[in-house]
């Protein structure tokens, strides 16, 4: 199984939790885990486009061949991303955000698994 999908568990999670009792006035503390989240999710996102994008690209060189190359790149991938993302990254987290505390009733049924009216 992927890193990133392990890490996306625990993340679906605290967004699914925190749109069960999200209102707009929500606590502070809880708008900030959101935030925090939404931003992880956001960079695991990216660092998948990015894995993606990579492998996808021109064929290897002969320093392919060290043993450690594929794991520093994925952590060299995983900074970057992280990094661009806490800086507003492409605006998923933002509007990830903006989705949850504006509409939580239509949130929690998609979360739990409804299809809606699609």
């Known amino acids: 199984m992927n890193p990133a999908s392990l890490q996306m568990k625990p993340m679906a999670h605290a967004l699914e939790s925190f749109s069960a009792r999200a209102t ?14 939404a931003t992880e999710f956001e960079s695991i996102l990216l660092a998948n486009w990015w894995s993606a994008m990579k492998q996808s690209g021109l064929p290897g060189s002969e320093e392919d061949t060290d043993p450690g190359k594929d794991t520093l790149d994925q952590l060299g991938i995983q900074a970057m991303c992280t990094a661009v993302a ?6 998923i987290s933002a509007m990830l955000v903006r989705s949850l505390l504006s ?8 979360l739990n698994g409804d299809q809606g009216d699609a």
Request: avoid cysteine; hydrophobic fraction near 25%; charged fraction near 30%.
């Open 24 to 37: 707009p006035n929500a606590d502070p503390r809880d708008v900030q885990k959101l935030k925090k989240a």
């Open 86 to 91: 806490n800086k507003g990254g492409l605006g």
């Open 103 to 110: 509409n939580p009733a239509r949130t929690d049924g998609l």
